[in-house]
């Protein structure tokens, strides 16, 4: 029931292409929703997080999709660019307890010239 | 601001040999502290999470230990490392009681156990 289910497990666009990385989860206590993204050799960095009473949140060129009801989120990366390759990971926490944080399996974009 | 420093950025031990990594955490008072692993190509492992001085839960059961001796420091200890071991040793932190904060990662040690 903790886990975060994430796919594709990679992902190859071209320059200007709509990747989509999709997340999927049990646990309905969660209330918080991040996305990591992580260079290689680097520790991962907050992208963008959404709560379950929106159903879709925009900053800049990424946009996450939100639907509380299938218990899914997504992340689409508009006009995505080579600079965007990296592992992107959803993740999931709840405020109780000592907040833990599940983090899904990650996906691996590359996006080619 | 807030900034996590962790070290070192890379390191080589031999099987058997004991492991510390040092992690710190400024600009902030009584954090969350965690450890994660992640093998290579794969996901996060948390480790070890303390959410205050002292006080450590253990996610996974194996040789490895972790202590908070002051209120933002942070060290993973292990007393003879197993080739198992080897990975990508990342500290994070996060505010404590406040609703729907992220955790903030520091940029890892990768650790080669020979």
């Known amino acids: 029931q903790q886990q975060v289910k994430q796919s594709p497990q990679s992902l190859i666009v071209q320059k200007g292409g709509i990747p989509i990385i999709n997340c999927a989860y049990e646990?309905?206590?969660?209330?918080?929703f991040p996305w990591y993204q992580q260079f290689p050799g680097k520790g991962p960095a907050l992208l963008i997080a959404?709560?379950?009473?929106?159903s879709e949140k925009k900053e800049g060129r990424f946009t996450i999709s939100f639907n509380k009801s299938a218990k899914q989120f997504s992340l689409h990366i508009m006009d995505s660019q080579p600079g965007d390759s990296a592992t992107y990971f959803c993740?999931?926490?709840?405020?109780?307890?000592?907040?833990?944080?599940?983090f899904g399996t990650g996906t691996k974009l590359q996006v080619i010239p | 601001s807030q900034t996590i420093h962790q070290w070192p950025a890379t390191l080589v031990q031999p099987v058997g040999s004991p492991l510390s990594l040092e992690c710190t955490v400024e600009?902030?008072?009584?954090?969350?502290l965690y450890w994660y692993r992640q093998a290579a190509g794969r996901g996060l492992q948390l480790l070890f999470y303390?959410?205050?001085?002292?006080?450590i839960s253990s996610e996974v059961p194996q040789n490895l230990s972790a202590s908070r001796p002051q209120d933002r420091q942070f060290i993973l200890s292990s007393k003879k490392l197993l080739l198992s071991d080897s990975g990508f040793y990342l500290c994070a932190w996060k505010l404590s009681g406040s609703l729907g904060s992220p955790l903030h990662f520091g940029n890892g040690t990768r650790l080669t156990v020979t």
């Open positions: 993740a999931a926490s709840y405020s109780g307890g000592y907040q833990k944080v599940t």
């Open positions: 646990n309905t206590a969660f209330d918080y």
């Open positions: 303390s959410v205050g001085i002292g006080q």
């Open positions: 959404i709560r379950p009473d929106v």
């Open positions: 600009g902030t008072s009584n954090p969350n």
